[in-house]
């Protein structure tokens, strides 16, 4: 006859865990959150405008009170160059599309084009009356530029004659902010205090704004989607995207911010495989100090993050390994993504990573195979001498290697560790194993011993079975945790049976009395914080039903 066959034991655990109140980080949220921020202080003022060069290796120009400082994201975000030629507070800058010159706008009117490597003004465009806002490079256009400001008027420059294309009338308050098509030259929309969105074409001759779109608010910015087909308005505390196919239809608002929305761009998941890799995601910032991350394929937000001051600006590099935003107080929160390119060509964090015993190894072998070793010329990688079983070495070999693609992973079963109640439940020694959970420290453990009786039908007969002392430790364990929501609806029960059954002992001993008073206090006590928190709920309901028709 064949033996049976023992199942394996495993720990109990409390079937009625309560959950934790933060719900768990996905996919997405963990991405965003790889972007390890460092602050950028002691800056002027606050921080207008950021944006990003096209080209490797995608430095970033911040505008401040009157200057517009350049930073190198890949050497510890250390400035490069700062730009101080301007007689008034900048208010916008955008980089041509070889990265070679920039041009900025102030609040004297004047918009200038710079060089990026001698900081040189090569071109001052003098035409708007009032203090200009924002100032745009065409996509794939080096000879023109599109700028707007406070005079309410759109101009389209021609930056080697220094003279205005065209002004193109519409708007009625002040024009805050543009964009460029990205799939088109010619197209580019602008937003205004007057609550609309334009979009305009210089080949139109009589300059008059192709298409309007109201936002319902003054507008605070405006951005083209990747598609060209799409655009997204920010003013007020929304942000809402457009279909300019569709006739300027509204697709959806986004109204997660608590405060005006200053500013949004366009990030991108810089994964290479899976379902997310490169998908566009709208970045926005408010003056509530939050950062929220939108997906507008599924019309939901992704990611949310708190700075501890009202933010202005934001900006994402084209590597999608750079997130900066600016702050009223002067500070930029600049954040960098690990990949693996910055640990093979030798970037910041590698170097202030440890190197492992192999690592050093295989980083020396390959200076010496690379041709140079301290301009001594070629020199031959040297033998790897083999261990031989007289090595103890030998017997260690491969453990510290990693599995490649395509080969099978053995794995070791772990032990399971029993704790000394699991012990006492695998021998059916029940008594024992409540008794044991009853005098520690974790509860969970206890409620946990509890349900595996209840699920065996022993509980009642422990209960029954239980000394003095043994039913004075269960009494002070149903009195310190039994009014606890998670455990509640199980030891309310067993209380009540307790004192059904051994309530001839409990009479004999003044211990045990006063281990009932104890419990009949705290039961008191629930009852009045819950008739409390049911008369707070009674005031409360009616304002939430009010504030809900508005």
Not at 337 to 359: A, H, I, Q, T, V
Request: aromatic fraction near 6%.
């Amino acid at each position: 006859m064949a033996e049976p066959q023992i199942s394996k034991t495993y720990p109990v655990k409390p079937k009625h865990k309560p959950k934790p109140r933060t719900p768990k980080q996905t996919a997405e949220s963990k991405y965003w959150s790889s972007f390890k921020t460092k602050q950028i202080p002691d800056l002027i003022s606050s921080i207008t405008s950021l944006t990003f060069s096209p080209t490797t290796p995608h430095s970033f120009a911040a505008a401040h009170s009157a200057s517009l400082t350049l930073y190198n994201p890949q050497n510890k975000f250390s400035p490069t160059a700062t730009i101080s030629s301007f007689r008034d507070v900048v208010s916008s800058a955008s980089f041509r599309c070889d990265g070679l010159l920039i041009a900025a706008s102030d609040l004297s009117g004047l918009v200038q084009v710079f060089d990026v490597k001698t900081r040189t003004p090569l071109r001052k465009l003098r035409s708007h009356t009032r203090p200009a806002r924002f100032v745009k490079y065409p996509v794939a256009d080096k000879l023109h530029l599109v700028s707007g400001g406070d005079d309410a008027i759109v101009k389209y420059w021609d930056v080697s004659g220094e003279t205005p294309i065209c002004d193109l009338l519409g708007h009625k308050d002040y024009v805050r902010c543009g964009d460029c098509s990205p799939v088109s030259a010619d197209m580019f929309i602008t937003g205004s205090y007057d609550h609309t969105v334009k979009l305009w074409d210089v080949r139109v001759k009589d300059s008059g704004s192709v298409m309007e779109v109201n936002h319902g608010k003054p507008v605070e910015d405006v951005i083209f989607l990747p598609s060209g087909g799409l655009i997204a308005t920010a003013g007020g505390d929304s942000v809402k995207i457009w279909d300019l196919m569709g006739g300027g239809k509204l697709v959806y608002s986004m109204e997660s911010h608590n405060k005006t929305v200053t500013s949004i761009c366009v990030g991108k998941l810089g994964k290479d495989v899976g379902e997310e890799a490169q998908q566009y995601r709208i970045l926005s910032v408010a003056l509530d100090g939050y950062m929220k991350v939108f997906d507008y394929a599924k019309m939901k937000v992704t990611h949310s993050m708190r700075f501890p001051a009202p933010l202005m600006s934001v900006g994402f590099s084209p590597d999608c390994l750079t997130r900066v935003i600016g702050t009223s107080n002067g500070t930029i929160y600049a954040g960098r993504r690990k990949n693996k390119e910055d640990f093979e060509g030798g970037s910041d964090e590698e170097l202030e990573r440890p190197l492992s015993k192999y690592e050093r190894r295989q980083k020396k072998l390959k200076a010496l195979s690379s041709g140079d070793a301290g301009g001594l010329g070629p020199v031959e990688e040297p033998q790897v001498r083999v261990l031989k079983p007289t090595n103890f070495r030998y017997f260690h070999r491969g453990q510290g290697e990693k599995p490649s693609e395509g080969e099978y992973l053995v794995m070791r079963p772990r032990k399971v560790k029993l704790g000394e109640h699991d012990k006492l439940l695998k021998k059916f020694r029940h008594k024992e194993a409540l008794v044991s959970v009853l005098g520690s420290k974790n509860p969970e453990n206890a409620v946990a011993v509890m349900e595996e009786l209840v699920a065996r039908k022993k509980l009642l007969k422990c209960v029954s079975n239980l000394d003095t002392e043994e039913l004075g430790l269960l009494l002070m364990f149903l009195q310190k945790h039994s009014t606890i929501p998670s455990y509640s609806g199980l030891l309310m029960g067993l209380t009540k049976k307790v004192l059904e059954m051994r309530a001839e002992d409990i009479r004999a001993s003044d211990d045990l009395k006063g281990h009932i008073r104890n419990l009949k206090r705290s039961v008191e006590e629930e009852i009045r914080i819950q008739q409390s928190l049911q008369e707070i709920q009674g005031i409360i309901s009616p304002l939430l039903r009010i504030t809900g028709r508005r």
